[in-house]
């Protein structure tokens, strides 16, 4: 029987460019529901740092991510 995927049984990852953008966008949201969660729990100028904060960690942790899986 003819094996239907393309891919012959070898493993390829994701485009880059994709994992990036990926990132991006769930950093976003990521930001946005800080941004309007957080200023009901903290004072605004804690929260709004840390939204900022959590932009960032998750950034860098996708960031990180896409690094070991694509080198």
């Given at each position: 029987?003819?094996?239907?995927?393309?891919?012959?049984?070898k493993y390829h990852a994701?485009?880059?460019?994709?994992?990036?953008?990926?990132?991006?966008?769930?950093?976003?949201?990521?930001?946005?529901?800080?941004?309007?969660?957080?200023?009901?729990?903290?004072?605004?100028?804690?929260?709004?740092?840390?939204?900022?904060?959590?932009?960032?960690?998750?950034?860098?942790?996708?960031?990180?991510?896409?690094?070991?899986k694509t080198i």
């Amino acid at each position: 029987m003819d094996n239907p995927l393309p891919h012959k049984g070898k493993y390829h990852a994701m485009n880059r460019l994709v994992l990036d953008a990926t990132t991006v966008i769930a950093s976003i949201i990521v930001l946005i529901v800080a941004v309007i969660v957080l200023p009901s729990v903290l004072p605004a100028p804690y929260a709004y740092i840390t939204a900022i904060l959590l932009f960032i960690a998750c950034m860098s942790a996708g960031g990180f991510y896409i690094g070991q899986k694509t080198i």
